[in-house]
């Protein structure tokens, strides 16, 4: 796989950066605030799902930038969705 | 493009369409309730950059799943990122 790293693969891996990177601070002034009430639920839920299947897809289409980026995302969008339940006014 | 989908590109297209459909309820709801106080600037700032690169790589993969996803989501980012700068507390 790691001989797939071409000109393609290092934009990819700059994507990849740039949109796992993004959620910390999301993930920390959550933590911080435990402010969840302009979230929307479905939003993290479907995007949750939705970054399985991108990783599936990144290891069957063997792009390393992908798999690198959707494994992060997984965790800190699961976190964020954690905070969702456990911070939400019932 | 178009008979490089198989089933691989079958479980991108849904991929695609969960992490693309997923912002859709999160658009509308602070369309509605204006609150953006939770929202984290840098998060969405980088994320709408990443979906820039993304869709590149997409483009230059010839990735159709990849390129319809970050089309729509580079829309409906771009939205809450005006919105965010609309709606925030000076």
């Known amino acids: 796989m790691l001989d797939n790293i071409d000109s393609i693969e290092v934009l990819g891996l700059i994507a990849a950066c740039l949109t796992t990177y993004a959620f910390l601070p999301q993930v920390y002034k959550t933590w911080k605030t435990k402010d969840v009430s302009a979230f ?9 799902v939705g970054i399985v299947f991108w990783l599936v897809y990144g ?15 997984l965790v800190s969008s699961f976190t964020l969705l954690v905070f969702i339940f456990k911070y939400r006014k019932r």
Do not use: G, H, R, V
């Open 59 to 73: 290891i069957l289409k063997e792009s390393l930038s992908m798999i690198l980026a959707n494994t992060i995302t």
């Open 40 to 48: 929307s639920l479905p939003t993290f839920s479907l995007f949750f």
